[in-house]
């Protein structure tokens, strides 16, 4: 299927460039030829997860090759529930190439073999587990995007110096609305994941809690989305100390999957090696 996925690469780069190009030029019609392209590869990426699980016989969420899959396609469903609900091209000039390029890693990375013994030591508690997880950092990567949006969109309001980049981006309330239901959705899903993982991890290793640096990550994100979310409920949050909290969530959400490896977890992106 590395065909396949090559196919789905070209239709996220056509999505990509004409994201960037609307964006730039704001016409409707480069606009259109985007979200043409990001549905015909999302629907491509989704045969290619299928045929994955059908041909290697286990969830297309172990080792890195298809952890990056799965959290591209993840990215591109998310983006484009944001595109239905508010309609706010901008977000895809930034999350297009993202996906283009978690795509592309996706693409150059082996197998791995060890994954396909791993899967079958596992529970029917992992599939859901990591998919929670993947589907909860991608509304977290929303979060980020919309914050960063606001801060810039909020520091030119302050400093009254509007550049062109200012007058194509959603307004504050939108990019407020967005930041507010995704980090909620993200919340719910986290919280969903985690408890998952719990009764996973005691049923595979008679362990609730191991103590693992990706579970303290996983809990610090999660305190901290639970304190963006209560602060959002507030009118006094709902603004450049929130948009702030909505990036350092996304910099924990990356702690998780870059640091935490590195300092001895037993967790490799979607494979448990002990």
Same mark, same amino acid.
């Given at each position: 299927?590395? /065909?396949?996925?090559?196919?789905?690469?070209?239709?996220?780069?056509?999505?990509?460039?004409? /994201?960037?190009?609307?964006?730039?030029?704001?016409?409707?019609?480069?606009?259109?030829?985007?979200?043409?392209?990001?549905?015909?590869?999302?629907?491509?990426?989704?045969?290619?997860?299928?045929?994955?699980?059908?041909?290697?016989?286990?969830?297309?969420?172990?080792?890195?090759?298809?952890?990056?899959?799965?959290? /591209?396609?993840?990215?591109?469903?998310?983006?484009?529930?944001?595109?239905?609900?508010?309609?706010?091209?901008?977000?895809?000039?930034?999350?297009?190439?993202?996906?283009?390029?978690?795509?592309?890693?996706?693409?150059?990375?082996?197998?791995?073999?060890?994954?396909?013994?791993?899967?079958?030591?596992?529970?029917?508690?992992?599939?859901?587990?990591?998919?929670?997880?993947?589907?909860?950092?991608?509304?977290?990567?929303?979060?980020?995007?919309?914050?960063?949006?606001?801060?810039?969109?909020?520091?030119?309001?302050?400093?009254?110096?509007?550049?062109?980049?200012?007058?194509?981006?959603?307004?504050?309330?939108?990019?407020?609305?967005? /930041?507010?239901?995704?980090?909620?959705?993200?919340?719910?899903?986290?919280?969903?994941?985690?408890?998952?993982?719990?009764?996973?991890?005691?049923?595979?290793?008679?362990?609730?809690?191991?103590?693992?640096?990706?579970?303290?990550?996983?809990?610090?994100?999660?305190?901290?989305?639970?304190?963006?979310?209560?602060?959002?409920?507030?009118?006094?949050?709902?603004?450049?100390?929130?948009?702030?909290?909505?990036?350092?969530?996304?910099?924990?959400?990356?702690?998780?999957?870059?640091?935490?490896?590195?300092?001895?977890?037993?967790?490799?992106?979607?494979?448990?090696?002990?």
């Amino acid at each position: 299927m590395r /065909s396949l996925l090559l196919a789905v690469l070209a239709a996220y780069l056509i999505a990509a460039i004409h /994201s960037i190009l609307a964006f730039v030029n704001k016409r409707r019609s480069l606009q259109r030829v985007a979200e043409w392209s990001m549905a015909v590869g999302f629907v491509l990426h989704t045969a290619v997860l299928i045929d994955d699980w059908a041909v290697d016989g286990h969830y297309p969420l172990f080792g890195l090759r298809e952890t990056l899959s799965f959290l /591209s396609w993840a990215l591109v469903g998310s983006y484009a529930l944001v595109l239905y609900h508010y309609r706010a091209q901008a977000v895809g000039a930034l999350a297009m190439p993202v996906i283009c390029i978690l795509t592309s890693a996706a693409l150059l990375i082996s197998p791995d073999p060890s994954a396909s013994a791993a899967a079958f030591s596992t529970t029917w508690l992992f599939p859901i587990h990591t998919t929670l997880l993947v589907f909860a950092y991608a509304a977290f990567f929303i979060v980020f995007m919309a914050s960063v949006m606001y801060l810039i969109q909020e520091r030119e309001l302050k400093v009254k110096t509007f550049s062109g980049f200012f007058h194509r981006l959603p307004a504050l309330r939108t990019m407020n609305e967005i /930041s507010t239901h995704a980090a909620a959705v993200g919340l719910t899903l986290l919280t969903l994941g985690l408890v998952a993982g719990v009764f996973w991890s005691w049923s595979l290793h008679g362990k609730m809690w191991r103590n693992d640096p990706k579970e303290i990550f996983a809990v610090l994100t999660w305190l901290l989305y639970f304190v963006l979310a209560m602060f959002r409920s507030t009118a006094n949050w709902r603004g450049r100390r929130a948009a702030w909290l909505g990036v350092l969530g996304f910099v924990l959400v990356l702690c998780t999957f870059l640091i935490a490896p590195l300092l001895g977890s037993y967790h490799v992106f979607g494979l448990a090696l002990k």
